[in-house]
């Protein structure tokens, strides 16, 4: 089974600064996606970025980024010049790959609350 | 196109009551999954499935109820609801094959089981 673990509960910083959310993962698997998830209070579940495990260039989504440690088992997401909108939890998921899609669905962390402050 | 559709949003029970949250989606998605989000934690896996006809067991599957007779629907069934069950659900789906790694996420139906 894999687990999924995001140590900080909730981060607060200002408008336009950058800011990185950190997770760890555990697996045997060595083919997986890792995602991370945003939450704004509507509750919709928005997917930020992915990152396939087999690939080494760590994933870019305009203003956020991933820092992917397969070895350290480490998928940190950085936000550049954060902004209000930012406000919202942040899920860490993995998911195990199989080929033809995956099947095995998400397992999540539980979520890091990101503030940003004017 | 309406993606992933459920209802009802919110839901009220009383302890022992039955009820089905309804999910469909438009897409032909083969993959369908069911998810509970407790205050504190991540989203956690109830049951799943893998086509019509086809379910399987998630990490917290027990209380629950599933089927799935078409590729569009998959209903998710308290048969005697419980305080426990109290939770916000979410039903997802995604295609198999390349970009079968994201999942189409609804909107979440809120429960309250008193």
């Known amino acids: 089974a894999q687990t999924v673990t995001q140590s900080q509960p909730e981060m607060s910083v200002q408008e336009a600064e950058t800011v990185t959310l950190s997770c760890t993962y555990d697996t045997s698997e060595s083919n997986y996606y890792l995602f991370w998830y945003k939450q704004p209070p509507s509750r919709q579940m928005i997917l930020v970025i992915r990152?396939?495990?087999?690939?080494?260039q760590n994933a870019t989504e305009n203003r956020f980024s991933v820092n992917f440690q397969k070895a350290a088992k480490s998928f940190s997401l950085k936000i550049s010049d954060s902004q209000l909108g930012d406000t919202a939890m942040y899920f860490c998921?993995?998911?195990?790959?199989?080929?033809?899609?995956?099947?095995?669905?998400?397992?999540f962390g539980k979520g890091t609350h990101l503030i940003i402050q004017p | 196109n309406a993606g992933v559709t459920q209802t009802p949003k919110f839901q009220v029970l009383k302890t022992g009551q039955s009820m089905t949250l309804q999910c469909a989606q438009d897409m032909n998605h083969e993959y369908m999954s069911w998810y509970r989000q407790d205050p504190g934690m991540g989203l956690r896996l109830i049951h799943y499935s893998v086509g019509a006809g086809i379910t399987d067991q998630g990490e917290v599957p027990n209380g629950y109820n599933v089927s799935r007779s078409t590729t569009e629907d998959f209903p998710l069934r308290l048969l005697s609801a419980a305080p426990s069950q109290t939770s916000v659900y979410f039903c997802?789906?995604?295609?198999?094959?390349?970009?079968?790694?994201?999942?189409?996420f609804g909107s979440g139906t809120q429960l309250s089981v008193l």
């Open positions: 990152q396939e495990a087999y690939k080494q």
């Open positions: 997802a789906s995604s295609s198999r094959g390349p970009g079968g790694e994201k999942l189409f």
């Open positions: 998921a993995f998911m195990k790959y199989f080929s033809g899609g995956g099947a095995d669905g998400l397992t």
